[in-house]
């Protein structure tokens, strides 16, 4: 016989209010179409059936069929089942039980769990409403948006609209794939926290961390630990690192390490940023604090120090700009200026502002300097020195004296990345120590005249010749008194000498990077916990209100 459940409850009971309170926490079974109080084919229950309504403190489910324990305020839910949980969740399966009690679910077979945000596939499910948490571990996939989560088991947070995962998890979407073992995402946001090893794939880049954050919406990401960045033949690593996919954007911080292949070029400091573009490939790098760029040239590394560096252009256009203190090193050279400016195409380096240039015991000095390479060869071809071009070698059998050349312009050619001829031109003078082949002391040469010719092997000067007007003379020791011994702009920089790569670095850089290190030490110190939340996650629902329909 048809039967209808608690209908017109003004009319049955009288005190609707008393009633309420005297039932509060107990399972009320709505409504349904047939019902049977024999308890013969469910000890203990009552058996419902066709269009079931049941109603807990909030929650309503539906199915085909129901056995209500009503002792221990328990369904059992069969056929269509579906509970529904305010506006915020809707659980659907074949089969469900609900303890009233606990107000705990189970439900299993076809479930799905659906949120404003997100649908849940699996097979069986468990939620808790008091702390409001559903979890499964039964391989699932969750929906959200175009982002689509793959894993064997998770936990959803109601309240904090977070899934989390500590099992292998998978997100994918049409731009980028993320993998992880330990994972914390928000359906409202498409925001992803990841822990431990984490990688973030896309067509164009390779992302790994171990402590990070990700925004699958927005494609932002923000890296804390053991992360670095790969796309093309650039990999960019760093202490924490911002990276802005749409904008093709990435900034490091401490410890920061850029490795260009197709350049042969490694970029280090403590704050780096770089941007790309996949159309052009006009990519630029900006590097400082304690910023070293080192390259190869013919199998030795040149390192070059500045406060600031930048990079820019594609390869084959590729241009260097380095400013304030430049610096620079290589096992046969080394040098100083306020500025640097190296053209990849023209192969053409300038060295601007007080510029030297050191060689094993000798040094050049001019207005400004010109370094010429050949594209072929990747191989230095010629150097000008601009204004004021002057010379000078410590003289190593006497006690303090230096060999000197001067004049307006100096022209310089190699081989095989060495100096072996030189041409100085206009206005041009020398002092020259000179001895025996038994390096018996002759005199010191003085000259003036148009033009000089040097030869060079082995960084020694194996020629020297004055051309145009020359007047010469050599004088015994005791003839040439001590400030008759240097040219006029006669500077010897020798205290200044850069003698190895570690001597690039000026006093204030060092302490940049000493306080880097300290607190890179203290931070590793720290217990290894997932990053914190970020204030826009927190704040998502509330900087991003829904728009009222």
């Known amino acids: 016989m048809k039967k209808y459940i608690y209908i017109i409850l003004f009319i049955l009971i009288p005190n609707l209010n008393l009633w309420a309170q005297e039932n509060s926490g107990k399972i009320i079974i709505e409504y349904a179409d047939f019902i049977d109080k024999n308890q013969e084919e469910i000890p203990g229950a009552v058996v419902f059936s066709g269009n079931v309504r ?10 085909n069929k129901a056995y209500h324990f009503t002792e221990e305020n328990y369904v059992k839910a069969f056929g269509n089942v579906q509970l529904v949980q305010g506006d915020t969740i809707f659980l659907n399966s074949r ?4 303890n009233g009690n606990e107000e705990v679910a189970y439900a299993t077979g076809n479930v799905t ?48 609209k977070k899934y989390s995962f500590k099992t292998a998890v998978t997100v994918t979407n049409p731009r980028s794939t993320i993998k992880t073992n330990h994972l914390d995402y928000y359906d409202n946001s498409g925001h992803a926290y990841v822990f431990g090893p984490s990688t973030i794939t896309s067509k164009n880049d390779y992302i790994y961390t171990e402590n990070g954050f990700y925004d699958t919406t927005n ?16 990999k960019i690593e760093g202490d924490d690192i911002y990276y802005d996919r749409k904008k093709n954007f990435s900034r490091a911080e401490n410890n920061v390490k850029i490795t260009d292949t197709i350049n042969d070029l490694i970029a280090t400091g403590h704050y780096a940023e770089v941007y790309r573009n996949t159309l052009t490939k006009n990519d630029s790098m900006f590097i400082t604090k304690k910023a070293l760029v080192v390259t190869l040239v013919e199998k030795d590394s040149m390192y070059m120090h500045g406060k600031k560096i930048m990079v820019t252009g594609p390869p084959e256009d590729r241009i260097i700009r380095a400013f304030n203190n430049v610096r620079f090193f290589k096992t046969d050279m080394s040098g100083k200026c306020d500025s640097l400016h190296s ?64 004049g307006q312009n100096l022209y310089g050619k190699f081989r095989d990345n060495k100096l072996y001829e030189v041409d100085i031109t206009k206005n041009c003078e020398s002092i020259y120590y000179i001895y025996t082949k038994e390096n018996e002391f002759v005199g010191i040469d003085k000259k003036v005249c148009s033009a000089f010719n040097l030869k060079f092997e082995n960084e020694e000067i194996t020629q020297f010749k004055a051309l145009n007007n020359v007047k010469s003379e050599t004088l015994p020791d005791d003839e040439l008194p001590p400030n008759a011994r240097k040219l006029r702009g006669f500077i010897w920089r020798g205290e200044e000498q850069i003698k190895s790569k570690d001597d690039i670095f000026p006093a204030e850089e060092l302490a940049i990077d000493a306080n880097v290190q300290k607190e890179t030490t203290k931070k590793n110190a720290e217990e290894n916990v997932p990053m914190d939340i970020l204030k826009e996650t927190i704040d998502f629902d509330k900087n991003n209100p829904k728009k009222k329909e």
């Open 54 to 63: 049941v109603l807990h403190n909030g929650v309503k489910i539906s199915c």
């Open 95 to 98: 089969y469900a039980e609900y």
């Open 113 to 160: 769990l659906n949120s404003p945000q997100s649908n849940l596939v699996t097979d069986t499910i468990f939620f808790n409403r008091k702390i409001q948490q559903a979890f499964y571990n039964s391989n699932g996939t969750i929906t959200n948006k175009d982002n689509i989560l793959k894993s064997k088991s998770g936990r959803y947070y109601l309240n904090e």
């Open 219 to 234: 494609d932002i990401g923000k890296l804390k630990k053991n992360s670095y960045i790969v796309y093309n033949s650039r």
């Open 343 to 406: 053209n990849n195409k023209t192969a053409l380096t300038k060295l601007i502002g007080k510029p030297v240039i050191w060689s094993t015991n000798g040094q050049m000095t001019g207005d400004v300097m010109h370094l010429i390479g050949n594209n072929s060869t990747e191989k230095l071809d010629s150097l000008k020195v601009l204004n004021n071009a002057f010379l000078i070698q410590k003289d190593t059998l006497s006690v303090d004296g230096y060999n000197q050349i001067k």
